[in-house]
Structures are given as structure tokens and as C-alpha cells.
């Protein structure tokens, strides 16, 4: 099996993304996208969501992605809507958002109903990984479903929708590339590269979100045909 440092690919690794990813060689993966706690005081199990120090994790955040993705390659990282003005000014000056929309939101007594999530993303300078190919924002399908849209995934607290990891996955980085992610949670970027001919590499505090994670990644299918990395850059080195 093939392995990223000393990190076997296509493994979610359990521990601290802080000490763990240290060891990820450097510009060694074609995507970082990342689903972090939000320092917004969100009640976890096993996981203290501190506002007062979210702005060092995603200052963290942005030093590691711009290390380990390589030039061209895009970073994807989920934000709040409630902190966003303020955590904006932290990413490279070029950040962009992509909005992350539902189709089926919940409603609250306020004036306007939150019915996106942003993602501030950038890409790394240097050539594209893959020629552009998709717009700025998603809409999840989230009608059909309860639990935020993904009941095989009540493992977790915030699970993240499926359908738009995989657009985000499949527009923004080559086929047979390595996409990273930081904070694996219920596994969701993991089922995304897997489903579209990715691989992936990824981290998970709590051991038993990482188990259930794992097994959740285990029944997902990948495409018949599913390049390795040395496969997929012979075929974008093609005129």
C-alpha cells in the first residue's frame, strides 16, 4: 500500500491534526479540505470549542495547508457565519468564498434564515492541478433526509453533507489526486475522494469517531477505474 511520510494513503489516523500532520511531507498532497470545529462554543463530546483560541487553530490551519498542498493545488476550509468577519482576515489575501447551500434549512426565529455555509478557499500559487471546471457555490440535497441530511452518519454531532464534499472533490482537484483533511470528523471528505477517484489522507481526535468513520468509508464505492497519483499525472501531462 502506498504511504504519505509514514502514513499509509487512504487512512483516517487517529490523534491531534496539530502533532500529526507535522510529519506530512511537504507540497505532498493536490487538496486540503477541512471541516473544523468553528470556535463558536458548539458543545462537543470530548472537544472544547474554545472561541478564545479558534483564531490560533486557523491560523494553524492555513501555515499547514499552504505546507503540505502542492503549487496550484486549492484549499477548502468550512466556516460559521457567525465569526466569518472576523476569521476572514486570517486566510491568504486571494481567499474566495464558496457557498455551501441546503435546499431544506432549519427555521429559527430570526429576521433571515441561514441557509448556507461559507467555505473560504484559495489556491496555492502556481499552475492549476485541474483546468477550472466548477462555479463558486453548491446546493446540498438536504429535503430528503433528517439529522442535517445525513442519517447514516449520527455518529456525529455536525456531519457534513456528502454531495457537496463531492462536487467540491471532483471540480477542484485532479483526478487520482490526494486530498487531506485535518479534521476527518464523521469521514465525510474521506466518501467523497474515494466516490470520485480520489485518495485521501486524514485526521480524527476522538478514537471512536475515527473507528465509525473508517467503517463508514469501507462501504463506500469507488469508480471501477481509480488512478494512482504517478497514473493520473502521466494522463494531465497528455496535450
Known sequence: MSRLGPYELDSIVTGDARELAR?????SVDMVLTDPPFGIGFRYDGYDDDPDAYPQLVAWIVETAQRVVRPGGMCFVFQAQLNLREMWPLFPADSRLFMAARNF???????????????????????????????????????ITSNRGMNEVDFHECPRQLDTCQYIVDHFSPDGGIVCDFFMGSGTTAVAAKTTGRHWIGFELRANVAEKARRRVMTAQQPLFFPAPEQAAMFEARP
Open 23 to 27: 510529519v506530512l511531507p511537504d507540497e
Open 105 to 143: 434549512v432549519q427555521i429559527r426565529q430570526i429576521p433571515v434564515q441561514y441557509a448556507y455555509d461559507p467555505v473560504i478557499f484559495w489556491q496555492k500559487p502556481g499552475k492549476a492541478l485541474r483546468p477550472y471546471s466548477g462555479r463558486d457555490w453548491h446546493v446540498a440535497n438536504t429535503a
